[in-house]
């Protein structure tokens, strides 16, 4: 998967709605598709990028190997500062096609997060014929992607929540989302024909950047199997209606207990093991502080919990591993209940981790569907609005 994946490049032409210009990655063809105005995040606040005042500066951050932002808070000034419309890179777009895999015959692939609809028209190339159906997540920024793909007579861009926008059940050979998911909806799958397959960046509170994960749909159309991608890690942003909340958290004014936690202070760090106990405990959120605070005498790095609720810990990452808790919660037993679980099985790398996925369960797996096995929690959705950073 990291090897570079020949993607072809179509730029609108004249001569008709598709012209094959060569390998979209050497080109970089996210220029053709970029709004004229674009968001950079400097100075802790999001600041306006335009093209027709700043051709160089603009020109700079979209040739940059780096998301590209254009859409802030649905648009409205003075929110939060959620990201709400982005490009990704290159070399996310390269990892998500190679494991989705469009090829000629596809009769109609769907999307999930149009944004300014490169990925749709490449997606549109290599189906070549086949119908792409692309949602984006308000009819505003549906309306951004079909200036954009207004000679793509093969992608129809929809808008709304959910997937009743797409289309009828079992009427695409193929998903591709660049939203990413903490549990895949069971929607997503239904609208996948037997033996079509789904591609998903999946994230959690403690795993911070996406995972790709590629699903099979079974031939009786009712569960969906698949293994989790090994490579670098990505970024996406939250599918809206899955993005965590940042709950009630509380900063408790009383003294923090010393927790009689352990566990290896340096697994909490490794992606496979962050994302295993991630699914295990989806309310869980983590932020890793490098030393830059003072505390007991040491400057050193740190974890921070937190459930969105009343609970969160403090782990520090050095031996032999301190603990302090805050809340009605022990997070840090909580946490490394899972990774000992995670340690036991082996420590499985993320290419042997899987799940399969049925209308009313998500299992997690190690090595194959039939070998040790986790029901996943369903989620909870709390109070208290959006994740401040969406990315």
Request: hydrophobic fraction near 40%.
């Amino acid at each position: 998967m990291n090897a570079p994946a020949e993607v072809g490049s179509l730029r609108p032409s004249a001569d008709g709605p598709r012209q094959h210009v060569g390998d979209a990655f050497s080109c970089d063809r996210r220029q053709d598709f970029a709004p004229a105005v674009i968001r950079t995040h400097r100075g802790g606040r999001w600041r306006r990028v335009d093209r027709t005042k700043n051709a160089g500066e603009w020109g700079k951050f979209v040739h940059r190997d780096e998301m590209l932002v254009f859409d802030v808070d649905d648009g409205q000034e003075g929110g939060p500062g959620i990201v709400t419309g982005a490009i990704p890179t290159v070399q996310d777009v390269a990892a998500r096609l190679a494991a989705f895999a469009p090829a000629p015959g596809m009769a109609a692939v769907a999307e999930v997060g149009a944004d300014c609809g490169w990925t749709a028209a490449l997606l549109s190339h290599h189906v070549q014929g086949g119908r792409v159906v692309t949602l984006a997540d308000t009819e505003r920024l549906a309306d951004v992607a079909r200036q954009h793909l207004q000679r793509y007579s093969q992608v129809q861009v929809v808008s709304g929540a959910g997937t009743v926008a797409l289309g009828p059940v079992a009427s695409f050979d193929g998903l591709l989302s660049h939203r990413a998911v903490r549990r895949v909806p069971w929607e997503w799958i239904t609208l996948v024909r037997p033996g079509g397959q789904l591609c998903v960046p999946v994230r959690t509170g403690l795993s911070g950047s996406g995972t790709l994960l590629a699903l099979r749909v079974a031939r009786d159309g009712l569960s969906a199997t698949g293994r989790f991608l090994a490579g670098p890690s990505m970024q996406a942003l939250w599918l809206r209606e899955q993005r965590p909340g940042e709950g009630t958290l509380i900063d408790s004014p009383k003294a923090p207990r010393a927790s009689a936690a352990r566990g290896s202070t340096r697994a909490p760090l490794w992606p496979a093991a962050r994302l295993f106990a991630g699914l295990l405990h989806p309310d869980l959120r983590m932020q890793l502080v490098r030393g830059t605070a003072q505390f007991e005498a040491e400057v050193a790095d740190r974890l921070r919990l937190h459930d969105h609720q009343a609970s969160r810990a403090v782990i520090f990452l050095w031996d032999p591993g301190s603990v302090y808790e805050w809340g009605p919660r022990d997070l840090g037993t909580v946490l490394f209940d899972a990774l000992a679980q995670w340690h036991a099985a082996g420590e499985p790398k993320l290419g042997q981790m899987g799940v399969t996925i049925t209308e009313s369960e998500h299992t997690l797996w190690l090595g194959a569907p039939d070998g040790p096995s986790w029901r996943l929690p369903h989620l909870h959705r709390f109070g208290g609005g959006a994740e401040h950073h969406a990315s």
